[in-house]
Nanobody, 114 residues
Framework: QVQLVESGGGSVQAGGSLRLSCAAS???????MGWYRQAPGKQRELVAS???????VYADHVKGRFTISRDNAKNTVDLQMNSLKPEDTAVYYC?????????WGQGTQVTVSS
């Protein structure tokens, strides 16, 4: 059974930092791992992704502030979020793809207050 377990969400003031972690189990040879977010009333959107080889993709609005990293041996992916803004407030979801749409975690809330 595939499981993605996220941790590290919470509340922080604008300008602060949070680190999200996601551990995947029951899945092997993960091609791409990524973080998505969904704010109230908005569609889920890509925040950042990283391939097995370490190639990264970032949404424009997080470039220079967020850093994604992964440990292939442990099947984990982290998202370091710095200089957080109120507009970063959302539920953040981990995603792991072997092929197709992939698997999702349950989500973790990030709230940034001004």
């Amino acid at each position: 059974q595939v499981q993605l377990v996220e941790s590290g969400g919470g509340s922080v003031q604008a300008g602060g930092s949070l680190r999200l972690s996601c551990a995947a189990s029951g899945i092997f040879s993960i091609n791409v791992m990524g973080w998505y977010r969904q704010a109230p009333g908005k569609q889920r959107e890509l925040v950042a992704s990283i391939s097995f080889g370490g190639s990264t993709v970032y949404a424009d609005h997080v470039k220079g502030r967020f850093t994604i990293s992964r440990d292939n041996a442990k099947n984990t992916v982290d998202l370091q979020m710095n200089s957080l803004k109120p507009e970063d407030t959302a539920v953040y979801y981990c995603n792991a793809k072997v092929a197709g749409p992939g698997y999702w975690g349950q989500g973790t809330q990030v709230t940034v207050s001004s």
